[in-house]
Structure formats: C-alpha cells, structure tokens
C-alpha cells in the first residue's frame, strides 16, 4: 500500500503565495504520475496539475503561468508551488499518484486525504 501525506494549506490572501507538499511511502516499487487536483463543494473534482516520471508537466488553463508542479523522485515527493492565488482558486486539494507497490507489482491511482486553500479577498 501506498500513504500520501499532504501539507502547506492554509489561509492567503489574494494575490499571495503557498507551497503544497505530498510525501508518498509505503511499498512503493515505482511512481509514475504524481498530481494535484482541487475540489470545491457541490463540484466535480477537477485536475491542477500532473507531472510524469520524466518531467512532463500538464496544467489546468485556469491555472498556467501561476501555478508550477514539481516532483523528487528520490524523496517520492510531489510539490505544487501556487503564485499570484485567487479567491476562485479556494478549494480542497487532493494529491494524487500512480504507483506500482512491491507485491504485487501492481499499478494503481492512490489519493490523499485532502489539504483546503482559502484565498480571501
């Protein structure tokens, strides 16, 4: 199995910044896709960011230019740095990775409990 523990959320103002962290553990084999995704009530949850294993990086439109995913691989860490934050970019934020554990060398979509971003006025 595979943990994700998530932290940097809290309350900004507009205009302001914060850094969201998501540490993965467990048995882990190999990580594929690490990710972000956000999600406010009575809303689908909707994709942030994504990063692959390679460095390949795809973002929400709402999001480009103010947003930056980054990864350690060695740290099996995932980071999301959020500039420039809106109020519309209030939310709950789930980190999301696909990992292949040891036994069985299974591939699968493991999620994190969810970090919430207030951005005020």
């Known amino acids: 199995q595979v943990q994700l523990v998530e932290s940097g959320g809290g309350l900004v103002q507009a205009g302001g910044s914060l850094r969201l962290s998501c540490a993965a553990s467990g048995s882990i084999f190999s990580i594929n896709r690490m990710g972000w995704y956000r999600q406010t009530p009575g809303k689908q949850r909707e994709l942030v960011a994504i990063?692959?294993?390679?460095?390949?990086?795809n973002y929400a439109d709402s999001v480009k230019g103010r947003f930056t995913i980054s990864r350690d691989n060695a740290e099996n860490t995932v980071y999301l740095q959020m500039n420039s934050l809106k109020p519309e970019d209030t939310a709950v934020y789930y980190c999301?990775?696909?990992?292949?554990?040891?036994?069985?060398?299974?591939?699968?979509?493991?999620w994190g409990k969810g970090t919430l971003v207030t951005v005020s006025l």
């Open positions: 999301n990775v696909y990992a292949v554990v040891v036994v069985p060398q299974r591939g699968m979509d493991y």
């Open positions: 990063i692959t294993s390679s460095g390949t990086t």
